[in-house]
Structure formats: structure tokens, C-alpha cells
């Protein structure tokens, strides 16, 4: 069954926007269990449909792979992605690199700050932690004693990361904007660590500007 759906799955990467009859044809089953496959694929949020006018009569149902559909086959955006940060390596001096990741952090964390209003540190603990989820790394968070520690169990930019440490920069800025604490690096994947961690101390609190 499973490889009935990668069939589906291939034939909307090959022809978006296909029709039930055409992925039948495709995959060379008959359209009832084409779509019996098709409703579980949208409810695993893999394929998207909706209704396209084809003349006189009522639409018809056009399917196409989501996002998360997509990531399903192999690309080529970590080399070019590598190649990217190479020449930008070679052409700015390497703080102004940090500041412009440090900046798309900030830039994404201010998307999220009427979320933070009154939020204490715990709420926007789990604010960070479903951010960065949705950004791709598997997160969980902690309180040791007084202080708390932020866990990345997978970090979505690790490959590009073991050329390109700097990116380690995003996700802590990222964190100490959207908590307005100083967010303390003390385990990173690249160093050898099972995870990367993170440590936020409320005492800290009067040294960051508090998000308003």
C-alpha cells in the first residue's frame, strides 16, 4: 500500500495539478482506490486538492503535492545552499555573516512578539519550542532547579552547519529574543554532542530587554 502512495506521490511531482482519473492512469489502479490512497495522503498533509472549472458542469478535483510533500524527494538545496553561504563567506567579513544571521532570527522571532504579550517564561517556553519545531528541529525544554534547558534533539541545519557554523547563530538568537533572556550555549552536534542545549536563567532577565 505504502508503495501504491509513493507511486501517487511521484506522478504529482511529475504532473501537478492531476485529476483522479489521470493518477489512475498513472499508477494503473482504478479510481476508488485512487482515492482511498489520495484521502489518506491529504490527511498526512502531503497533497493538497481543490476545484478547477473544465467547462460546462460541475469542477473537478485537482490534486498537487503540499510543501511537506515535496521535501519527500531528493533536492539539491544543501549544495547550492552551501555554495550560497561560500561565496557569501568570500565576499563580506565574517561579522557582518554573523549579523545577517543573527537578523533573520530577529526578523523571524518580531513575527511572534504580540504572541509573547504576558506570556511568563514557561508559556513562551513552549511558544520557542513549537517555533522551532515548525522550522524543523525536534525540541523539547526542561527546568533544572531555578534555570531551564532548551534540548534541540535534531537540528535541521546540521549538514550545511559542518561547513557553515556560523548558523549555529540563528536558533540562539532566535531563543533569547523570543524568551528576552541570554540564551547560553552548553552542548552543539558539532562538537560532538548528542544534541545541541541550551540554558536560559530567569535571573538574567534585568540583562535583556524585556519583549513587549
Not at 565574517?94 to 533573520?104: A, G, H, I, T, Y
Not at 552548553?186 to 560532538?192: E, Y
Request: proline letters at 5%; one cysteine or more.
Amino acid at each position: 500500500m505504502a508503495k501504491t502512495r509513493d507511486k501517487i506521490l511521484h506522478a504529482l511531482l511529475r504532473k501537478p495539478r492531476s485529476t483522479i482519473n489521470d493518477l489512475a492512469d498513472a499508477v494503473e489502479i482504478n479510481p476508488i482506490s485512487v482515492r482511498h490512497h489520495l484521502n489518506n495522503l491529504q490527511a498526512g498533509g502531503l497533497i493538497d486538492s481543490e476545484e478547477e472549472r473544465h467547462g460546462v458542469g460541475r469542477p473537478r478535483l485537482v490534486y498537487t503535492l503540499t510543501d511537506e510533500g515535496s521535501e519527500k524527494f531528493p533536492t539539491r538545496y544543501l549544495r547550492l545552499t552551501s555554495r550560497l553561504l561560500k561565496q557569501l563567506k568570500e565576499t563580506l567579513p565574517n561579522p557582518m555573516v554573523r549579523e545577517l544571521f543573527s537578523q533573520v532570527a530577529v526578523n523571524l522571532a518580531e513575527e511572534y512578539k504580540d504572541q509573547l504579550v504576558d506570556l511568563d517564561i514557561e508559556e513562551r517556553l513552549d511558544v520557542v519550542k513549537m517555533l522551532l519545531r515548525e522550522e524543523g528541529f525536534t525540541v523539547e525544554w526542561e527546568k533544572d532547579e531555578k534555570k531551564y534547558l532548551i534540548h534541540e534533539i535534531s537540528c535541521p541545519y546540521q549538514k550545511v552547519g559542518e561547513s557553515h557554523p556560523e548558523i549555529c547563530s540563528m536558533d540562539q538568537t532566535l531563543i533569547s529574543k523570543m524568551l528576552a533572556l541570554p540564551a547560553e550555549q552548553v552542548q552543539c552536534i558539532l562538537s560532538g554532542d548528542d544534541r545541541c542545549t541550551y540554558l536560559v536563567d530567569p535571573e538574567n532577565l534585568s540583562k535583556m530587554e524585556k519583549i513587549k
